[in-house]
């Protein structure tokens, strides 16, 4: 049965931008993919006022996703203002027992983005919400069997990939569906277009692909537990 990634981030860009490669090459491949965006950056414009520009990062995330042939989901708190709290590990604790992903693809630790930090410790604790039988709530819990991390120019800190994903077949999609977005294009004063086309270049240059996405997977899930070698 073809899985589900669910790509849960801050902001719709970081969503599409560093994970949206992935979710394609994940619904290429015959699975199934959807993003979370926990706001909808909307103070991320030096001059469009935050409710209009809201407003264009919805309908931003909608056409990319459309492309992708994805879902998207949006939770409503106010960018720069995200919190890391019960309240939102619940919400995305929801999400994630309604979409049942088999991965879950998400921020790094390692950020000077307050909310990026925050998701990613929502994040983790959402995934353990989910799998909790006796936590009850509206859907049935639904174990997640593997969080890997994105790799994002604010979150690189100590990012330390250890999985080359293939996307090659998907890389023209996967820049179409960020177009639809206006920061792509440089317009909030960071070139994100030419930032991350030529990342998936460099990173498949390393692994032996055309292009390719470098993703870390948790610390602990990396242990192996043998008997003998």
Not at 9 to 33: E, K, L, N, R
Not at 159 to 169: N, V
């Amino acid at each position: 049965m073809p899985s589900t990634l669910l790509a849960i981030a801050a902001h719709p860009g970081d969503a599409f931008f560093t994970m949206g490669a992935a979710v394609a090459q994940q619904i290429a491949s015959g699975g199934h993919g959807a993003f979370l965006s926990l706001s909808l950056g909307e103070r991320g414009h030096k001059t469009i006022p935050p409710k209009e520009y809201g407003k264009m990062q919805r309908a931003a995330s909608e056409k990319a996703a459309k492309i992708l042939g994805a879902e998207t989901v949006f939770l409503a708190f106010p960018d720069a203002e995200v919190p890391q709290n019960d309240e939102a590990g619940f919400a995305v604790c929801d999400v994630i027992r309604k979409f049942k992903p088999a991965i879950v693809l998400t921020h790094w630790s390692g950020s000077w983005h307050k909310d990026h930090q925050n998701c990613h410790a929502i994040v983790r604790d959402a995934v353990f919400y989910a799998g909790l039988a006796a936590i009850s709530r509206q859907e049935p819990a639904h174990t997640v069997g593997k969080v890997f991390y994105a790799e994002n120019w604010e979150d690189i800190a100590n990012f330390q990939p250890d999985t080359y994903l293939d996307i090659s077949g998907v890389y023209e999609r996967w820049l179409e569906a960020c177009e639809a977005f206006p920061m792509w294009r440089g317009e909030t004063g960071f070139r994100y277009n030419d930032y991350y086309r030529s990342l998936a270049v460099m990173r498949g240059c390393v692994s032996g692909f055309q292009n390719a996405v470098a993703l870390m997977s948790d610390p602990e899930e990396r242990s192996e537990r043998v008997l003998s070698l």
